[in-house]
């Protein structure tokens, strides 16, 4: 059983997503220790691209924080060097397919894997594309994330067949950001994934209620936040980590409580 596998074996996982570098390094390696603490069950470590098309305007300015910071993917590799010796929580890299290319697809799926990353999903990356990537982190023991959306009915039996680590559900069409319903049949999405392959579901995109994340995580396997989070990132500055401790405590609850 992988690590990403194992944050899903004790029931339903909740899931937080950081922009690394947003407001600095030092904060966002004290902000992962301090989720792993207050119930996290597994991480996703944003790395800041200049255009991350899937983005709302949140993580947009997450991205354009970091990246006028001087946040590099070699500083974001030795932050998880550092992290790795605090915590053995799942991790895995939130990018986007011009960052690794633009690395090296090869060194940079190598390195991660070596650094003790568990997996990466890259939303801009189309099902017929994978195997630019796919095999790659299959020889290093990298999952690769799948994503599926509502609109990808017919395609979800076909990307389910593949998938590694967990599936991604999109909650809605469009980009990133808090929405104040969520109204996908994640049920139906759900349930196609699942006739083809016994795989966790997580669902992501405008969750930011502990309420919402309950109603998506009893839905599927679990339930992924970002926009909220950055935006108390954005809020606190370098005094976030307390707050947003607490906000995934009260989220890790909610979806904890329904396994």
């Known amino acids: 059983m992988s690590k990403i ?28 220790c301090a989720m792993a603490q207050a119930g996290a069950d597994l991480i996703e470590l944003g790395i800041p ?42 991790l ?3 990018t986007y397919a011009n960052v690794v290319f633009s690395y090296g697809a090869e060194r940079f799926i190598r390195t991660a894997a070596a650094i003790g990353m568990d997996g990466l999903i890259l939303p801009d990356l189309p ?35 593949e998938a590694t680590g967990f599936v991604y559900c999109v909650s809605s069409l469009g980009v990133t950001g808090v929405r104040s319903s969520i109204t996908t049949d994640i049920g139906a999405m759900v349930a196609l994934v699942k006739q083809e392959k016994d795989i966790p579901c997580a ?26 989070i950055v935006k108390l990132c954005a809020q606190h500055g370098a005094d976030c980590v307390q707050p947003v401790a607490d906000y995934v405590r009260a989220m890790a609850q909610a979806v904890h409580a329904l396994a």
């Not at 932050?79 to 605090?86: E, G, S």
């Not at 669902?203 to 909220?228: K, N, R």
């Open 127 to 161: 099902f017929e594309e994978k195997d630019e990537f796919g095999p790659l982190c299959e020889q290093y023991g990298l999952d690769l994330i799948s994503l599926i959306a509502p609109t990808s009915h017919e395609r979800i039996r076909q990307i389910a067949r």
């Open 92 to 94: 895995v890299f939130m």
């Open 49 to 90: 691209f200049s255009d991350p098309t899937a983005e709302g305007p949140v993580i947009q300015a997450a991205n354009a924080r970091a990246l006028a910071g001087g946040v590099t993917t070699d500083k974001i590799f030795d932050m998880v060097r550092r992290l790795r010796t605090k915590t053995d929580v799942p």
């Open 203 to 228: 669902v992501g995109f405008g969750i930011s209620t502990p309420a919402q994340a309950a109603e998506m995580a009893a839905l599927s396997d679990g339930a992924i936040v970002g926009s909220a």
């Open 5 to 32: 596998q194992q944050a899903f074996a004790r029931g339903k996982a909740f899931i937080p997503f950081l922009t690394c570098g947003d407001p600095s390094l030092d904060v966002t390696e004290a902000l992962v």
